[in-house]
């Protein structure tokens, strides 16, 4: 009996999760060629119903990941193609919880060659059940890494290579081996940049603050969420750079992505970080941003990508 999550698309089709294997000659897996995204979907037990959380926005960035890594998939493979495989992929699966969505671009082409242009390219999408990646109902303990962020001018920060996260990896180890939560990262010239795979924002005065995206951060889309929510309820926002002094000093700070969703950070390097408490704005924009996610308001409708229901395992209308 299948269990959600045991069918893929892997690069031109829906397979058994068992029947997708790359070869050990496969470019990506000797040389980290490739690029990612990480979506979520929610699941409402009310409405019985599977939202995917800015879907287009999603597919848009992988494509243009894909183009700064000259990854040159099928000219068939557009933006609204692989959304639409990204919704069958959940309807065949039948979740009713919540998801994560990892679609990958990768050279598929079997080469020992150092080079991204003239190599095939395909296509993967595996999904996963998927609940809190970080506790984000207590604040986090985190520290602020030796290990610097990847400059721009090194790898795109604008863009997700699958092989430049070996970076946010030795952030993460060094962070938890030394009994932190998570690991903050600076720029190259000491200016704060972003956590080992999540966005940061800090609150000071009533203001709330977050890296400009010139500082090596990958410009988010759940960094997005958090900027409208902001926006909408008239508070100030500032989008600059970061000195790794005010971090400390800051009234409020929390992360933000796919898949730590809005974790609050309420201690930095061993200092606390306002009154030790989850701040006030921090909550208010994670009950706002799970609320949209799941769909439990009619508010940024446009943000929400419904499931269809699935006959038989198939969307109607497809073979």
């Known amino acids: 009996m299948s269990s959600p999550g045991d069918i893929v698309y892997f690069e031109s089709g829906f397979v058994d999760k068992d029947e997708a294997r790359v070869p050990?000659?496969?470019?990506?897996?000797?040389?980290?060629?490739?690029?990612?995204?990480?979506?979520?979907?929610?699941?409402?037990?009310?409405?019985e119903q599977l939202y995917v959380l800015r879907l287009r926005e999603h597919a848009e960035r992988l494509l243009r990941s894909a183009h700064i890594l000259h990854l040159e998939p099928d000219p068939t493979l557009t933006q609204g193609r692989i959304?639409?495989?990204?919704?069958?992929?959940?309807?065949?699966?039948?979740?009713?919880?919540?998801?994560?969505?990892?679609?990958?671009?990768?050279?598929?082409?079997?080469?020992?060659?150092?080079?991204?242009?003239?190599?095939?390219?395909?296509?993967?999408?595996?999904?996963?059940?998927?609940?809190?990646y970080l506790d984000i109902r207590k604040g986090l303990n985190v520290m602020i890494s030796a290990w610097r962020r990847i400059d721009d001018n090194a790898i795109p920060a604008?863009?997700?290579?699958?092989?430049?996260?070996?970076?946010?990896?030795?952030?993460s180890d060094e962070a938890r081996a030394r009994g932190f939560d998570e690991a903050i990262m600076l720029t190259g010239d000491g200016h704060v940049a972003e956590a080992s795979s999540s966005n940061l924002f800090l609150v000071a005065g009533g203001t709330v603050i977050t890296p400009q995206a010139t500082d090596d951060v990958l410009v988010g889309i759940?960094?997005?969420?958090?900027?409208?929510?902001?926006?909408?309820r008239g508070w100030p926002l500032e989008v600059r750079?970061?000195?790794?002094?005010?971090?400390?000093?800051?009234?409020?700070?929390?992360?933000?992505?796919?898949?730590?969703?809005?974790?609050?950070i309420t201690q930095v390097d061993g200092r606390i970080i306002g009154n030790g408490e989850i701040g006030p704005l921090t909550q208010e924009l994670q009950r706002a941003y799970l609320q949209v996610a799941r769909g439990e308001?009619?508010?940024?409708?446009?943000?929400?990508?419904?499931?269809p229901a699935a006959v038989g395992g198939i969307l109607p209308g497809r073979d």
């Not at 897996?29 to 037990?45: L, Q």
């Not at 604008?158 to 952030?171: D, E, M, S, V």
């Not at 759940?222 to 909408?232: G, K, N, S, Y």
């Not at 400390?248 to 992360?255: P, R, V």
Request: with cysteine; net charge neutral.
């Open 24 to 47: 050990i000659s496969t470019h990506a897996f000797n040389y980290g060629t490739g690029c990612f995204e990480g979506i979520r979907a929610y699941w409402n037990p009310v409405k």
């Open 83 to 132: 959304e639409s495989i990204i919704l069958e992929l959940l309807a065949r699966n039948g979740y009713r919880e919540d998801v994560y969505i990892r679609p990958i671009l990768y050279k598929s082409g079997r080469t020992i060659k150092v080079t991204l242009s003239g190599i095939a390219t395909d296509l993967c999408v595996f999904t996963q059940p998927f609940g809190d």
């Open 158 to 171: 604008r863009a997700k290579p699958t092989g430049a996260y070996i970076n946010a990896a030795l952030a």
């Open 222 to 232: 759940t960094r997005d969420c958090v900027i409208e929510l902001v926006r909408q």
């Open 241 to 264: 750079r970061v000195d790794r002094s005010e971090l400390l000093s800051a009234d409020e700070a929390f992360l933000s992505g796919t898949g730590v969703q809005l974790a609050p």
């Open 297 to 307: 308001v009619e508010d940024m409708a446009a943000w929400r990508t419904p499931v």
